[in-house]
């Protein structure tokens, strides 16, 4: 059983940056990987970014690419999401999610551990 705990959301202003960490801890190991989803009043849970755990390998979604950058620090087992230029439909509760590396980064399905979330406001 892995557990997972995310930190760093919070109000910010459109422009503006916020980082969020998600750290892992119980049975965490080198294949896996850990994705950011996250999810606005209304709508689908959407994937956000993800990070391949043994090699570092990084994927995102069209909506984020260039604006967020997903990071690592395994002597940590923490995972990092800096969100730069953010929008106010940037605005949801975030959640970290990770599961043995299967290839399919995309999928909510593919992660079976999930953090409790954190909320990011942008004001515009």
């Known amino acids: 059983q892995v557990q997972l705990v995310e930190s760093g959301g919070g109000l910010v202003q459109a422009g503006g940056s916020l980082r969020l960490s998600c750290a892992a801890s119980g049975r965490f190991f080198n294949n896996y990987q850990i994705g950011w989803f996250r999810q606005a009043p209304g709508k689908e849970r959407e994937f956000v970014a993800a990070?391949?755990?043994?090699?570092?390998?990084?994927f995102y979604a069209d909506s984020v690419k260039g604006r967020f950058t997903i990071s690592k620090i395994n002597a940590k087992n923490t995972a990092y999401l800096q969100m730069n230029s953010l929008k106010s439909e940037d605005t949801a509760v975030y959640y970290c999610?990770?599961?043995?590396?299967?290839?399919?980064?995309?999928?909510?399905?593919?992660?079976?551990?999930w953090g409790q979330g954190t909320q990011v406001t942008v004001s515009s």
């Open positions: 990070i391949r755990w043994y090699d570092g390998s990084t």
């Open positions: 999610a990770t599961g043995t590396s299967s290839g399919n980064y995309y999928w909510a399905g593919a992660y079976p551990s």
